[in-house]
């Protein structure tokens, strides 16, 4: 593993323990060099993914690009970091277990969408309207409708 402090290939681990769940491995480094510490994650990996986008141009999936997304919409929102990280893994790990290398970008934004759900009301609104491309409030009303519709019927509700 290269330091990333003055880029020398000798680097030493000098601890390991689970992290996540248990599904990753958190390595203490440190710098032969330079004496730099680091950290380090090593997660299984059980396929290449490629993410189709709108545009219909291909990218490699990015695990970080997706936790930066997730984390985004939770901004300043008291969720545990750790049922970020389950709801993250899972959602990589659908990705990989449903036997295509190729996934479309909306998969991955309905998989977010159901996450964050279940995680905060307020994310998955902030994510859904990015998601959804809300251009107006009547979408964030009809959002919200949805959400509360849930837990309350909307009958009798005509005419308000």
Do not use: W
Request: net charge negative.
């Amino acid at each position: 593993m290269r330091c990333p402090y003055c880029n020398c290939d000798d680097t030493q681990v000098k601890d390991s323990r689970p992290a996540e769940d248990n599904t990753a491995i958190r390595r203490r480094r440190i710098c032969g060099d330079c004496g730099g510490r680091f950290t380090t994650f090593e997660r299984v990996q059980l396929r290449e993914l490629t993410v189709i986008k709108k545009s219909g141009r291909r990218v490699p999936f990015d695990r970080d690009k997706l936790a930066r997304s997730v984390q985004t919409a939770l901004r300043k929102r008291p969720v545990d970091p750790d049922r970020v990280e389950r709801m993250i893994t899972g959602i990589v790990r659908q990705l990989e277990s449903a036997g295509e290398i190729d996934v479309a970008s909306e998969s991955i934004g309905h998989l977010v969408v159901e996450g964050l759900r279940g995680l905060d009301d307020v994310a998955y609104v902030r994510f859904a309207s990015v998601y959804r491309n809300f251009r107006e409030a009547k979408d964030f009303e009809e959002l919200l409708d949805e959400l509360t519709g849930e837990e309350e019927p909307d009958e009798g509700k005509e005419g308000e």
